[in-house]
């Protein structure tokens, strides 16, 4: 039995929202106390992570869009 396309867009969905939440939530700081410090200016200000985030979000859309590039041909097809 074939697994259908859409079961792998879906999980292929999830691990890039993941992956991209992970990059989001990764500047946290633990202080000598052991308390947790989020700092937001760190994800600005570190040129790294923030191109690196970028490149994600290219990436993620070329793959949705290799992903669906079936579905939306077959989808000008029919509608002919």
Do not use: W
Not at 51 to 77: D, E
């Amino acid at each position: 039995m074939k697994t259908p396309q859409r079961y792998f867009n879906i999980l292929g969905l999830f691990l890039m929202g993941g992956i991209f939440l992970t990059l989001v939530t990764m500047p946290v700081a633990i202080d000598k106390t052991g308390h947790l410090h989020i700092d937001r200016t760190l994800f600005l200000r570190d040129e790294k992570l923030l191109s690196f985030t970028v490149f994600f979000l290219i990436a993620f859309a070329l793959y949705f869009l290799v992903v669906n590039l079936p579905a939306f041909t077959s989808f000008t097809q029919n509608k002919k």
